[in-house]
């Protein structure tokens, strides 16, 4: 089914989304490439180690020269990256490398950068990620165009760009150029235990009040419904753009992303707060879960003190040590409001978790060189191994891995599947991170029944218009096909 999963993949999802594992920033990317609206920024790439280059080693990566790597150290783990650096020290004999995986991604990193003393490649992901569009009007990212037209460790006669499921590019880039490989694939939707469903003999719910009649069943148990990562408000973000996407189609998104005037004033916007709000407003939310960590609230959703969680699918890696060996991890989409202009089935899924090359890395031809590597087949099946995901890479899923796959993976996968090309993109996540700091304020505010639906979405439209005044701020623009 996973090797299907990336056959359909390239032909009907040229969108995809980030929502990386555990991380900040939940978008998608275009059918077509975003454009811009003003000046491109960005950095250009600069010239890497003066190794011998050829087909074999395009960069010209010396082996005397370091590595440095630094990984954000969340529902992915870092066992993943250790087994790319193994691969890297194989291919390049007598390299070292140093590693260093944690979650405070800007603590640690930001005063390397204003040193000028950045690691060699970074996965920037996390609630404390480096912002890639601030990272990137100041001049201090890699152009990765470099490695997309680098010859694949696979097959030299095919480019790196090709080896990538369709979408990988585009979610990268700012401008015209991409500046960030989105490497894990992943699936966004509502995680339950299939195991807890089929005893009780609850369904999957497929409209908004279906799911509203379940939750009220489920709280007449004494189980809390619902329960969100409440300290990180993105997670809740996507449910909310979801069903904004579902009930609105098309016009509503690109005049979001476009920052258009009054767009967050739309019927789809309002009619999907109030959906969301019902859960606060009802009580179907686990008590205290508004000042929850995403290992608490997934934890006390493992232990069975809620039957319904929003999540990306690093969940199932993230949430290993927890589980119980007969939860029975699984997930499905967003139920659907009335008048939804696309299908239940719709999902937001794609490319996210994104790998970055600073442009003042030292050993920059071996931070490109990482990158490849993982690129590579070898690369995207040890990531499925290691990580408990798919990855970005075309055709990396054996049978003899996909059968080893857990259960919360395969849903996913089933998931993404049965949603036909139908995938939620959205833009603004990554073009404007200040708006999304804004509006996860304001998601956080409504979840603690601190503001009501009327004041979230005037607190919205005020940040959109804050962001489409401010000319300091590069603007782009959605593409209309």
């Not at 979610?171 to 992943?186: D, E, K, R, V």
């Not at 070898?378 to 990855?391: H, I």
Request: with cysteine; glycine share 10%; net charge neutral.
């Amino acid at each position: 089914m996973l090797i299907r999963s990336a056959a359909i993949a390239a032909v009907a999802a040229p969108g995809s989304a980030l929502a990386a594992g555990c991380a900040a920033g939940s978008g998608s990317t275009p059918k077509t490439n975003p454009t811009t609206a003003g000046s491109t920024g960005g950095s250009a790439a600069t010239s890497a180690s003066s190794g011998a280059a050829d087909a074999k080693n395009p960069f010209g990566v010396k082996d005397s020269d370091p590595l440095d790597v630094y990984v954000f150290k969340g529902g992915y783990g870092d066992d993943y990256a250790k087994a790319f650096e193994d691969m890297y020290k194989s291919q390049h004999s007598g390299s070292t490398v140093t590693h260093k995986g944690s979650q405070d991604v800007t603590g640690d990193l930001q005063p390397r950068f204003n040193a000028g003393n950045p690691p060699d490649v970074i996965d920037d992901s996390g609630a404390k990620q480096l912002k890639l569009d601030v990272l990137n009007k100041s001049g201090q990212l890699t152009n990765l165009d470099k490695l997309l037209d680098a010859p694949s460790i696979d097959d030299p006669s095919k480019k790196v760009r090709d080896t990538l499921l369709p979408g990988t590019v585009e979610i990268g880039l700012l401008g015209s150029s991409m500046f960030s490989l989105n490497y894990a694939f992943t699936v966004w939707g509502l995680w339950y235990s299939s195991t807890l469903f089929t005893k009780n003999g609850w369904t999957i719910p497929k409209t908004w009040d279906d799911f509203m009649t379940l939750c009220a069943t489920i709280k007449g148990t004494g189980m809390a419904p619902f329960c969100h990562q409440g300290k990180y408000p993105y997670y809740m973000m996507v449910p909310l753009m979801d069903l904004v996407a579902k009930n609105g189609g098309p016009d509503v998104m690109t005049a979001i992303d476009n920052l258009e005037p009054n767009a967050w004033k739309s019927d789809a916007v309002k009619n999907s707060v109030d959906a969301i709000y019902m859960l606060v407003d009802k009580g179907y939310m686990l008590p205290g879960t508004e000042g929850l960590t995403h290992i608490q609230s997934q934890t006390q959703w493992n232990q069975g003190k809620a039957a319904i969680i929003p999540c990306g699918s690093w969940l199932e890696n993230e949430q290993l040590a927890a589980t119980p060996a007969d939860f029975g991890m699984a997930v499905f989409a967003m139920p659907s409001l009335t008048g939804d202009k696309m299908p239940q089935t719709a999902i937001r899924a794609g490319a996210g978790e994104p790998f970055i090359v600073p442009a003042k890395a030292k050993n920059q031809a071996g931070g490109l060189e990482f990158l490849r590597i993982m690129c590579s087949k070898a690369g995207g099946a040890s990531f499925a191994q290691k990580a408990n995901s798919l990855s970005v890479v075309k055709d990396a899923i054996t049978p003899e891995i996909s059968a080893a796959l857990k259960p919360g993976t395969k849903s996913s996968n089933d998931l993404y599947t049965g949603a036909g090309g139908q995938i939620i993109n959205w833009y603004y996540i990554n073009w404007y991170s200040q708006f999304e700091t804004d509006l996860e304020d304001a998601m956080s505010q409504l979840m603690a029944n601190k503001i009501k639906p009327d004041e979230f979405i005037t607190r919205a439209q005020k940040a959109a218009d804050k962001c489409a005044a401010d000319s300091s701020v590069q603007k782009f623009k959605r593409p209309t096909t």
